[in-house]
């Protein structure tokens, strides 16, 4: 008999096991998620100068997990915030940024009240099963001036790199024209995407150099 913990598209799917030992139990590509501060920060300046994300500007962070990116951005004088539907994500955040990091819930996907000079979602999306995308697109569009996302490319209902196969939670598997259009029409008017961003993905990019797509919409 199945359960909530059983189903990727309920949160109660990413528990302890998935960020803990996801890889072990084939549930994610996590093992023991901790913090990494030289592949953090690399991550956050990446960020921060592909977007042009000044000081103390407004940071959201959708899908932030335990919120590593949430603090090495507070590191660097922005004023980041971070979202995430999984309750032992957001239970195990750091207590330095606990008070910045929130639950996501159905009825408050981003539950944070002041808008965002950037959102940012980092192998977020393609969790999603497709009819749920559109409504967070929007919702992002409504919040966020500027929207970074970091997404696998998919072809022929694969991704393009095999090893993201491992990972149960993943649903979404589609090209860059698919995921520009989602954009579009969540009511992003300027989208540009690239390949690579150097500091985002690095090893993943060395695997393949087209299996995932920077995503900056305005």
Known sequence: MSTSSDDPSRPEYYDEVYFETGTMHRKSLYSY???????????????????????????????????????????????????????????????????????????????????FRLGFAKDVLEHMPYPALPSALRNLRESCQRFLAIVPLGENQRYVIEEYERDSSHFIREDIPWWTARMKDAGFEKITAEYHVPGIKDSWHAVNPKGNVVLLAE
């Open 33 to 115: 998620y901790r913090w990494l501060p030289e592949q953090t920060f690399r991550m956050a300046m990446a960020v921060v100068e592909h977007a042009g994300l000044r000081r103390n500007e407004r940071f959201l962070d959708f899908g932030c997990a335990k919120g590593f990116l949430v603090k090495a951005m507070r590191h660097l004088f922005r004023d980041a915030y971070g979202c995430d539907w999984s309750k032992y994500a957001v239970a195990n955040a750091e207590p330095e940024i606990r008070e910045y990091v929130r639950l996501s819930t159905p009825e408050r996907p981003i539950p944070f009240e002041e808008r």
